[in-house]
């Protein structure tokens, strides 16, 4: 996907043989998901814009990555490396 795609562009790709759903979200930056849960389906989303509150389509799975990610996203980018090992 584009970085310049619109807020809320969406691609799915499913591999029956496999059983993964790859999923590609834009939002402020493009957010690609790998799931086996087997769950998919677009659902409507808030996202701040600008001080503004806008609707936005997306995935079930992307929505369920965020609210049970928490901080682990964040943490894992912060991590620094000390002598070629994490920390």
Not at 30 to 40: A, I
Not at 56 to 76: A, P, S
Request: aromatic share 6%; proline share 1%.
């Amino acid at each position: 996907m584009k970085t310049s795609a619109p807020r809320g562009s969406i691609i799915h790709k499913y591999d029956k043989n496999n059983k993964v759903l790859y999923i590609q979200w834009k939002d402020n930056k493009v957010m690609s998901l790998l799931s086996t849960t087997g769950k998919s389906g677009l659902v409507n989303v808030h996202c701040q814009v600008g001080g503004k509150f806008v609707h936005v389509k997306t995935d079930i799975t992307v929505k369920e990555n965020v609210e049970f990610m928490g901080g682990v996203d964040c943490v894992d980018q912060r991590i620094k490396c000390v002598g070629g090992f994490a920390c």
